[in-house]
Structures are given as C-alpha cells and as structure tokens.
C-alpha cells in the first residue's frame, strides 16, 4: 500500500484544512462572545484556559465561566482560612467573609449551573450577580470596621468574574 499516493496526501490536506477551519471558527466565536463582556481579556483568559471551549456553544462557555467563579471561590476561601491565623483581630470579619464565599460556591455557582442545563438562564444570571454581589459585601464589611482590606484583590478578582460570565449567561436571554 503507497501511503503517498496523490489521493491520500489531497485527503489528509482537507482533513487538515478543516481542523483548522474549525478552530479558528471556535476561537472567532469566543472572540465575539467575549467582546460583549465588561472584560474581553479576563473573558478569554477564562475560556481559553479551558480545553472544552473549543467546540462548545454559548451554554458551554457559561458553564465554563460558572466552574471558573466556583475555582475563585475555592480559591479564597483558603485565603481566608490563612489570614485566620495571621490576622486574628479581623477574625469576625473573616468569618463573614467566609460564609459569602461559602454561599458562592455552595448555593450559587449550583443553582447557576443547574439553571444553565435547564434552559434558565435569568435564574443563572441571579446567581453570578449574587456572587459579585457577596465579593463586595465582603470587602464593604471591613471598611465597616475600620480596617484595610487584606482581601481587596481577591474580592475584586471574583467580581470582575461574575460580571463576566453574568454578561455571557446574558446573551442567552
């Protein structure tokens, strides 16, 4: 058998121009999703990270974006877990910190991502607006007591992120 036979270098030349074809159709239609986020760069960074976006439809890439607010919520719960034993005097304030996060990462991102799968999508949107909504009560909460933020980034980060993805789960509306 002659493997280079006109017939199959043609093939495997339209084999490799469809692959091709077909990523750089997925990457254009995360490109577009994204520049209708308050944040086209973050948007990208958080789709792009994950393999699955590339063939994935708009649903796909919420829920990617919903796994992304539960990995930031993770994420800084143990920063809060730390700054426990480094910070005691804002213990109470950590504490409340802490059940927001929890309430990101065990109500919201859940019932964000089951409205998602069910076709819900304004329930999924609630819950991303939520989630930014408890990152900035949890950074309010220390201005409350008079203390610097030692978690200004972080809550910022989860902020800029729920608002991304809650402009994606947006254009399902």
């Known amino acids: 058998m002659n493997f280079s036979s006109p017939l199959t270098i043609l093939f495997t030349l339209l084999l490799l121009h469809e692959t091709l074809y077909s990523t750089m159709a997925d990457q254009k239609f995360i490109e577009n ?3 209708g986020t308050p944040s086209p760069n973050l948007c990208l960074k958080i789709l792009l990270a994950n393999p699955k976006s590339q063939n994935s439809d708009l ?21 809060i877990v730390a ?3 480094s910070k005691p005097k804002l ?5 409340y910190c802490e059940e927001a996060y929890h309430a990101v990462v065990y109500a919201d991102v859940p019932s964000s991502s089951e409205a998602l799968r069910g076709g819900l999508a304004k329930f999924a949107e609630d819950g991303m607006a939520d989630s930014a909504v408890e990152s900035q009560a949890c950074e309010r909460s220390f201005s409350e007591h008079g203390w610097m933020s ?21 254009m399902l509306l």
């Open 33 to 35: 999703t994204c520049k």
């Open 59 to 79: 649903t796909d890439l919420a829920l990617i974006g919903v796994a992304a607010v539960k990995d930031k919520g993770v994420e800084i719960i143990r920063q």
């Open 83 to 85: 700054l426990k034993s």
């Open 91 to 95: 213990r109470p304030t950590l504490n």
């Open 150 to 170: 030692p978690m200004t980034d972080s809550n910022k980060a989860m902020n800029d992120v729920a608002n991304v993805v809650r402009a994606i789960i947006r």
